[in-house]
Nanobody, 126 residues
Framework: QVPLVESGGGWVQAGGSLRLSCAAS????????LGWFRQAPGKEREFVAV????????YYSDSAKGRFTISRDGAKNAVYLQMNSLKPEDTAVYYC???????????????????WGQGTQVTVSS
């Protein structure tokens, strides 16, 4: 059983929007920081955004800042990524992940993360 399941990816034209969702299918992640990474073809995986356990603290990569918004729903054990003003360079497989701890630094500074999803493809055409 995959602990985290992403959805909401797809194809969109540049300037458009997509909302990614990530739901926990088994264990609860209510006390864990949750976030998103992405990996484009031929490139290394890169951090996108993270939200702490309470939802009151967030952190974004420079490429995501001002365009993407991360949020979470504790009751649904889910995390979301609203992506606006999409660019072709946003094309990648997007993965959600959970940290062992609850703070954003637990996520960003972690050598390994507690759980990963299988990814959802986002394609932005010019």
């Amino acid at each position: 059983q995959v602990p985290l399941v992403e959805s909401g990816g797809g194809w969109v034209q540049a300037g458009g929007s997509l909302r990614l969702s990530c739901a926990a299918s088994g264990p609860s992640f209510r006390n864990n920081a949750l976030g998103w990474f992405r990996q484009a073809p031929g490139k290394e995986r890169e951090f996108v955004a993270v939200i702490n356990w309470s939802g009151h603290s967030t952190y974004y990569s420079d490429s995501a800042k001002g365009r993407f918004t991360i949020s979470r729903d504790g009751a649904k054990n889910a995390v979301y990524l609203q992506m606006n003003s999409l660019k072709p360079e946003d094309t990648a497989v997007y993965y959600c992940a959970a940290a062992e701890g609850g703070s954003t630094t637990d996520f960003i500074g972690a050598r390994t993360l507690r759980s990963w999803g299988q990814g959802t493809q986002v394609t932005v055409s010019s």
